[in-house]
T-cell receptor, first 116, second 116 residues
Framework: EAQVTQNPRYLITVTGKKLTVTCSQNMNHEYMSWYRQDPGLGLRQIYYSMNVEATDKGDVPEGYKVSRKEKRNFPLILESPSPNQTSLYFC???????????????FGSGTQLSVL | AQKITQTQPGMFVQEKEAVTLDCTYDTSDPSYGLFWYKQPSSGEMIFLIYQGSYDQQNATEGRYSLNFQKARKSANLVISASQLGDSAMYFCAMREVNTGFQKLVFGTGTRLLVSP
């Protein structure tokens, strides 16, 4: 089944404790992206990757890192999480990085992160 | 300036009735795409419908249709014959071709509650 898989689904941590949210897609997609969703703000892009070893900042990159060593994986790293990073996180992918207008994003099922 | 505006934080509709969720957008790019996603309480993002800026006809997908008024820059989602399972958060999103990449910009969402 074609899908984007995120883990974990729920995560509770404490301030300053490094964590990684994993994302994997099995569709051979070139483009991958991370979004965070907050009430009243919708979804905002954190980082994106156009292909292996090609990543760039989105709209809200502060406090996050990403890597793209393999095409299928795009982990999100929080080196020193803070309470303002408590949010619902989504990984998404699509076939190509070029903006054909009708190419939709495939989303993972989300990771609810709470930083205490 | 906000690119996607959803002015209805919440909407109520009775089962079997039709409901319209509003979305207005702002772009100077002549080529763009508009999307609607549904987010049920389980959290995943489900693609519903797409409308391209050059499409001559309004998009339809089953009970979903998009009321696209280009001059007014609006792309309202119409759900006909509402069902209890339609209760969810709905997001409008836009992709502009001149961004060059697959970035979707999202609105803040509308929570729809369908009552029996």
């Amino acid at each position: 089944e074609a899908q984007v898989t995120q883990n974990p689904r729920y995560l509770i941590t404490v301030t300053g404790k490094k964590l990684t949210v994993t994302c994997s897609q099995n569709m051979n997609h070139e483009y991958m992206s991370w979004y965070r969703q907050d009430p009243g703000l919708g979804l905002r892009q954190i980082y994106y990757s156009m292909n292996v070893e090609a990543t760039d900042k989105g709209d809200v990159p502060e406090g996050y890192k990403v890597s793209r060593k393999e095409k299928r994986n795009f982990p999100l790293i929080l080196e020193s999480p803070s309470p303002n990073q408590t949010s619902l996180y989504f990984c998404a992918s699509s076939l190509t990085p070029q903006a054909a207008t009708n190419e939709k994003l495939f989303f993972g099922s989300g990771t609810q992160l709470s930083v205490l | 300036a906000q690119k996607i505006t959803q002015t209805q934080p919440g909407m109520f509709v009775q089962e079997k009735e039709a409901v319209t969720l509003d979305c207005t957008y702002d772009t100077s790019d002549p080529s763009y795409g508009l999307f609607w996603y549904k987010q049920p309480s389980s959290g995943e993002m489900i693609f519903l419908i797409y409308q391209g800026s050059y499409d001559q006809q309004n998009a339809t997908e089953g009970r979903y249709s998009l009321n696209f008024q280009k001059a007014r820059k609006s792309a309202n989602l119409v759900i006909s014959a509402s069902q209890l399972g339609d209760s969810a958060m709905y997001f409008c999103a836009m992709r502009e071709v001149n961004t060059g990449f697959q970035k979707l910009v999202f609105g803040t969402g509308t929570r729809l509650l369908v009552s029996p």
